[in-house]
C-alpha cells in the first residue's frame, strides 16, 4: 500500500460522508484509489486487494463481516449525491453507477457514473491529494474527514471554517455543544493529525456580538509546491496570489481575538507564541 495516493476534485470534500464508520470510510477511498483515471470502465477489485489498501484487519473481521461492511459502504453511498445548479437546473449524482459484490468468487465489481467521471478523471487543478496510508492509519472519523479538507489547502496552510460548515461536512451531531466539539471532536483531530501538518492549530473565534463561536480556523506549516519544468510559473497568476494572500491572512493574527486549542503533550511559552504568530503572518 505504500505510495498509493488518492487524487480527486475539490467538489467531492464538499460532501459529507455521512454515518460512514472508520473503516468504511478507508475502503472508499481504496476503490477511489483504483477508480481514478479509469473513466467509466468496469473494474475488478479482489477482496485481498481491497484490504491492504484499507488497512483492514483481517485478523478480527471473517469473510462475512467484510461482505456487509462492502455492502454498508454502498448503502450509504447511495445516500451521498454530488450536488450540480445554474440556472435552469438542479441536478445530483451518485458517484458509482455500478457496483457488485460477488461472495463466492472474493471481488468487487464497480465503476464511476459517466456524469461524474471528471471527479477521478483528467485532473489538472483544483483538486485534493494525499497518501492513502496517512488516512487509512488515523482512527477517528472526524480526524479522516478533516485530513481531507487540510490537504486540500496543504500550500497555503490555512483554512477557515464556519461553525455550522464544518459540523456539516465532517457530520457532526446537530445536538454537539461547543464543550462537546471541543472534546469529541477537535481533541482527537489535534492528537493524530498534529503529526501529519506541522505547528497544527485549531482556534476558535467568537461571533462580532456576544460570546458564541462562530469560526473555527486552522493554520499549520504549508507545504511547499513542486513545480514541473513546462510550467514553473504555473501558480503566479494574479487569481493564484489573490486565493493565497486571502487565505493567509486570517484575522485573530491581528487582533489575537481567539481561543486556541493546542495538543495536551504541549506547552508553549509566551515568547514561542509570539514568534509563531510573526512567522505565520510572514
Not at 485478523?59 to 445516500?79: A, G, P, S
Not at 457488485?100 to 477521478?120: D, F, R
Not at 483528467?122 to 482512527?139: A, H, P, V, W
Not at 469529541?184 to 458564541?212: C, D, T
Request: aromatic share 10%.
Amino acid at each position: 500500500m505504500a505510495g498509493e495516493t488518492i487524487v480527486y476534485k475539490n467538489d467531492m470534500n464538499l460532501v459529507p460522508l455521512r454515518r460512514f464508520t472508520s473503516t468504511e470510510i478507508n475502503l472508499f477511498f481504496a476503490m477511489c484509489n483504483k477508480l481514478k483515471e479509469q473513466e467509466t470502465n468496469v473494474l475488478h477489485l479482489s477482496f485481498t486487494t481491497l484490504k491492504e489498501l484499507s488497512n483492514y484487519s483481517s485478523e478480527t473481521r471473517n469473510l462475512n463481516r467484510f461482505v456487509k461492511d462492502l455492502d454498508d459502504v454502498y448503502q450509504k453511498m447511495l445516500q451521498l449525491t454530488i450536488r450540480y445548479e445554474d440556472d435552469d437546473i438542479i441536478e445530483r449524482f451518485v458517484l458509482f453507477s455500478h457496483y457488485k459484490i460477488h461472495k463466492k468468487e472474493h471481488y468487487l465489481e464497480i465503476s464511476i457514473a459517466p456524469n461524474l467521471k471528471h471527479i477521478l478523471n483528467s485532473i489538472t487543478n483544483n483538486f485534493t491529494k494525499f497518501e492513502l496510508q496517512e488516512m487509512t492509519q488515523l482512527r477517528s472519523t472526524y480526524s479522516k474527514n478533516m485530513f481531507r479538507i487540510l490537504k486540500q489547502y496543504k500550500h497555503t496552510g490555512y483554512v477557515k471554517l464556519k461553525i455550522a460548515d464544518f459540523k456539516e461536512r465532517l457530520d457532526v451531531p446537530r445536538s454537539y455543544q461547543m464543550n462537546d466539539i471541543t472534546k469529541r471532536v477537535l481533541s482527537p483531530i489535534i492528537k493524530e493529525l498534529g503529526s501529519l501538518f506541522k505547528n497544527l492549530n485549531i482556534n476558535k473565534i467568537k461571533a462580532k456580538k456576544g460570546r458564541k463561536i462562530e469560526w473555527l480556523e486552522f493554520s499549520f506549516e504549508p507545504e511547499k509546491r513542486i513545480h514541473s519544468k513546462r510550467q514553473p510559473n504555473m501558480i503566479n497568476t494574479e487569481k493564484s496570489k489573490q486565493q493565497m494572500s486571502r487565505e493567509m491572512t486570517p484575522e485573530w493574527l491581528k487582533n489575537n481575538k481567539y481561543q486556541p486549542i493546542k495538543p495536551k503533550t504541549f506547552e508553549f511559552t509566551e515568547e514561542e507564541r509570539q514568534a509563531f504568530l510573526q512567522k505565520m503572518n510572514k
